[in-house]
Every structure is written in C-alpha cells, then in structure tokens.
C-alpha cells in the first residue's frame, strides 16, 4: 500500500511503475511485435508498405487514446506499447528490406536519433525519469525515446542474428546476458537508475525478439518452426491476461486509496 504522498505522485505519472509485471510484458510486447510484423507482412501477404500504412495509422489512434488519459490506464498504455513494437520493426525492416539501408547504418542511425531524442528531452525538461511523465510534452519524449528503442532494438538484433550468423538463440542469450549485468550493476554497483532502465529497455526488444524468430521461424532458417501465428497469439493472450491483472491491481490500489481519503 502506498502513502498519501506516493500514491499523489503515482497518480499524476501517465506510465507505469518499473516492476516484474512491468518487464514480463515488455518482453512479451517486443516478442510479438516482432513475430505480428512478420505475419501481417508475409502471411498475409500485405508486403511490408502496406503493413506499414496501416499500423502506423493504428498507433496513431492508440497514442490518441492514450495522450487523452491524462494518467496510467493499463489497457491504453500496453496497447500503444504493443503496436509501437510492431510498427518499430516494420520502421526498420523498411529501411533494410525495401531501400537497401545495411544493418549497421540502421544501427548506428537510430542509436544517434535515440541519443538526440534523450538530449532535446533533458535540455527541455533537465530529466529522463519515467517516473515523472506529467505533461503532454514529457510524454511525446518518451514515446518518441520508445520508438526509437524499438527500431534500433530491432536492428541491433537483426544485426547480431543474421549479419554476424550468432543464430536466435545465442543472440538471445547475448542480450540476455547483457540485461543481467546491468540489472547486477545497478542492484549491486549503484549504476544511476534512470541510465540502467533505458539501457535494459532498448536491450529487451533484440532479446525478446530473437526469442521470437526462435519459436516463428521454419526450422531450416535456425528457428523451431511454430510459425508466426501461433507465436503472436500465444504472446497475444498471455499480454492481454497480464492487462487484466495489471487493470484489477490498479483498481483495488485506487480503491484503498479512496478508502483512506
């Protein structure tokens, strides 16, 4: 239970608290956007322009509903979260796929645009906390850091998978290793919190999704050959029963909170 003064700051924030729920689902988002982008694009037979199109005009929506929040709602931040996966690896794929861009120019562009963004945002707002989302402009920060993350997420793991052969699993296992000895050193070492979480975030998106490709991708192409959509909606459903639990914690919370007003 949270004091008078905490529960106030939690309420005024517009995203979530950094918990095991937190990270649980932010695996899975990144998971299934990579295997979602993949099915609309390839199964489907869309081609990744028009999945492009119509994703970006999707995520826009969703923003819409979640700038008009004003506050953390489980449902409008996940669902924004989930289709700024899958539209961040379609970003990415585009620029590889259909304009020749190489991986590493992929790379190294998006970590510069990301750098940028975290720039503009402290020189504007003298923080990068996600604890402290309050306004409308510190939240077109972060969703533009989260963008950025996706795309270069992406290309640093395609990177690592295809270009340098590593397979799904051993650059699975590389960035999940890296995520731990950033957990270990923030936990252990007093590495600055706000420095770890953006590092474990951008981190997440080529380890969840290398998972991905691992369970998706036909067998002859390194992976285990479920296929994408037994993969994105096996994701789908267990992201949707964590918003459920996520939205009924949030709610008993404002109710004690009630309570004790």
């Known amino acids: 239970m949270h004091s008078h003064a905490e529960a106030d700051h939690l309420a005024l924030n517009r995203v979530p608290e950094v ?15 990579e295997t979602a982008a993949d099915y609309l694009a390839v199964n489907l037979g869309l081609g990744l322009t028009v999945t492009s199109l119509i994703m970006s005009g999707i995520l826009v929506v969703a923003l819409v509903l979640q700038f008009a929040q004003k506050r953390y709602v489980p449902w409008a931040y996940w669902l924004a ?33 990301l750098a940028l963004t975290f720039a503009a ?26 963008l950025f993350t996706f795309s270069l997420g992406t290309a640093a793991g395609d990177l690592v998978a295809e270009r340098f052969d590593m397979g799904y699993l051993t650059t699975g296992l590389i960035f999940g290793g890296v995520i731990a000895a950033i957990a270990l050193a923030w936990f252990f070492l007093g590495l600055n919190g706000i420095l770890a979480f953006w590092l474990a975030y951008i981190l997440t998106r080529p380890f969840g999704a ?37 939205t009924l914690k949030n709610l008993i919370e404002e109710d004690e909170q009630a309570l004790l007003d």
């Open 121 to 146: 945002w402290y020189a504007s707002e003298k923080t990068l906390s996600i604890h402290t989302i309050f306004t409308t402009r510190r939240e077109i920060f972060y969703w533009l850091a989260i």
């Open 81 to 113: 979260v989930v289709l700024i996966s899958i539209v961040g690896t379609l970003v990415t794929d585009n620029l590889v796929d259909n304009f020749g861009v190489r991986l590493e120019t992929t790379t190294i562009v998006f970590s510069i645009a």
């Open 19 to 33: 918990t095991l729920d937190f990270w649980l689902i932010k695996v899975m988002a990144v998971t299934m956007g």
């Open 210 to 246: 290398s998972f991905g490709d691992l369970l998706s991708q036909p067998v002859e192409y390194g992976g285990m050959g479920l296929g994408t959509t037994v993969t994105s909606l096996t994701f789908l459903g267990c992201i949707v029963v964590i918003v459920l639990y996520m």
